[in-house]
C-alpha cells in the first residue's frame, strides 16, 4: 500500500509545502501536483522534494484540450476554465489553449487498490464539472478537501454551482471518506481548518462526515 496526495490546483507550490510542513511522513508519500498555468513556478517550489511529480494539465473530465483564461498579471492566482467570474480579473478575452485529462481515469491508472489517498481540490470553479464524477472514485479515497468558489460567480452560474455541490453532497454521505467542503467567503481558508495534519488526525479517528464551512 502506498500513501498518495493529490494536489489539483499546484499553483506555486504552496499545499506541497504546507504538506511537507503537516505530515512528518511526507518523504514517503507519492504526491502528484497539476497546474496548467504558473507550472515553471510550481516545479521550482516543488524542487527540493523528490516524491513530487508536477504535471501541466487542467483536470477535468476529458482528454485533449481546453481554454483557461488567466488573471491579470500581478495575480498568479485565480485563473479558470468557467465563465461568470466576477473576481480576481479574470481576462475573458484572453484565453490559453491548455491540456485537459480526464481525472477519474488518470486516477485509476496511477491509484492501486488499497492505497491510502488525500486528495485537495481548489481549480477556482472547477471543481463543480468534477463533481458530478467524484463518486467513481471516492471508495478509494480516504480525506477530500474542495474549495468551493461559487461564491465567486454572477448569480446564475452561482445557482447551477450551489444545486451541482448539493447533489455531489448527498451522494458522497455514503463513502467512507473525510470531505472538507469549504466556501469560506473574505477569508483565508489556509489559515482556519484547510490543514492536512488536522485532516489526518479526523481519518484516523474514523471520522467519515462531510463537514462544510460557511457553504
Known sequence: MDKV??????NLGQSVRRFYSEVPDAYTWRIYSFEPIEFDSLVAGTKKYSNVVCIKAVVGIKEGKTTIYPTGKLQ???STTEFGKTTGGVLYDNGLEVDEIDFVKWFKSFVRPGDFVIVKINIEGGEYRLMPYLPKILPQVSGLYIKLHHYKFKDL?????I???NQFKEQAKQFNTFI???????????KG???????LKEIEAGNHSVLELAV
Not at 452560474?157 to 454551482?161: F, G
Not at 472538507?180 to 489556509?190: K, L, N, V
Open 5 to 10: 496526495f493529490l494536489d489539483l490546483g499546484g
Open 76 to 78: 498568479r492566482q485565480g
Open 157 to 161: 452560474q452561482k445557482s447551477r454551482m
Open 163 to 165: 444545486k451541482i455541490y
Open 180 to 190: 472538507y467542503c469549504d466556501a469560506a467567503e473574505g477569508r483565508d481558508s489556509d
Open 193 to 199: 481548518r484547510y490543514k492536512f495534519g488536522w485532516m
